[in-house]
């Protein structure tokens, strides 16, 4: 069983230029808005305010990086569906997920 004992926020990534450069592993969460995504990685690092949580849809804006264990990276993606935004934001975040899920070899 894996124990997490550090982690740590690295940037929030309005573009890819801002992806961290490194060769650690990623463990991203995807979902709709409201799901409860960085609820849980707050849950699987024991700290209550690592990633920052909203009742309001919508408030993960960028893609969020966070260092767990000085080995690997929990990346928290926007969510999609209920955020009520302008239709042009909604559609940059689809183009910035979709180039990290089909760009990023981490």
Same mark, same amino acid.
């Given at each position: 069983m894996?124990?997490?004992t550090t982690s740590e926020f690295i940037i929030g990534a309005a573009s890819p230029s801002q992806f961290p450069n490194t060769s650690f592993?990623?463990? @991203?969460?995807? =979902?709709?808005?409201?799901v409860g995504k960085s609820s849980l990685l707050n849950t699987l690092t024991g700290r209550n305010? !690592?990633?920052k949580v909203? @009742?309001?849809? =919508?408030?993960?804006?960028?893609?969020?990086?966070f260092r767990v264990n000085a080995?690997?990276?929990?990346?928290? !993606?926007?969510?999609?569906?209920y955020a009520k935004v302008a239709k042009t934001e909604r559609e940059e975040w689809?183009?910035?997920i979709d180039t990290?899920?089909?760009n990023r070899q981490q």
């Open positions: 894996l124990r997490i592993a990623e463990v @991203a969460f995807a =979902g709709r808005s409201n305010k !690592l990633a909203s @009742a309001t849809p =919508g408030k993960t804006r960028q893609i969020n990086f080995r690997f990276h929990f990346v928290d !993606l926007p969510g999609y569906g689809g183009k910035l990290y899920v089909r």
